[in-house]
Nanobody, 127 residues
Framework: QVQLVESGGGLVQAGGSLRLSCAAS????????MGWFRQAPGKEREFVCT????????SYADSVKGRFSASRDNARNTGYLQMNNLKPEDTAIYYC????????????????????WGQGTQVTVSS
């Protein structure tokens, strides 16, 4: 079993920055991507980004491209999401996700690609 714990959320003004962390423990599936998703009130959970195990391949949703940056430190079993130039529409609960499924890269943008989810961390951006 894998446990994921997100941290780093909070309240920030538009234009500000936050850095989310996702600490993994338990059975770590080396070689697999990590995903970040978010869910705004009244909306479905949506893809934010996926980062490969090595960190060399990252895909972002168009809505965050150029503002968000994912990274990971496998020695610490921790993933990060640096969020800059935040907008009110970025307000959501942010989740990290882990998987042990070998899929096409494009499939890792889907919720179903991931077996394990953190509890989420709230990000609120005020205008």
């Amino acid at each position: 079993q894998v446990q994921l714990v997100e941290s780093g959320g909070g309240l920030v003004q538009a234009g500000g920055s936050l850095r989310l962390s996702c600490a993994a423990s338990g059975r770590i599936f080396s070689g697999y991507p990590m995903g970040w998703f978010r869910q705004a009130p009244g909306k479905e959970r949506e893809f934010v980004c996926t980062i490969s195990w090595s960190g060399s391949i990252i895909s972002y949703a168009d809505s965050v491209k150029g503002r968000f940056s994912a990274s990971r430190d496998n020695a610490r079993n921790t993933g990060y999401l640096q969020m800059n130039n935040l907008k009110p529409e970025d307000t959501a609960i942010y989740y990290c996700a882990a998987t042990d499924r070998s899929l096409k890269w494009s499939d890792y943008g889907s919720l179903g690609a991931y077996r394990y989810w953190g509890q989420g961390t709230q990000v609120t951006v005020s205008s």
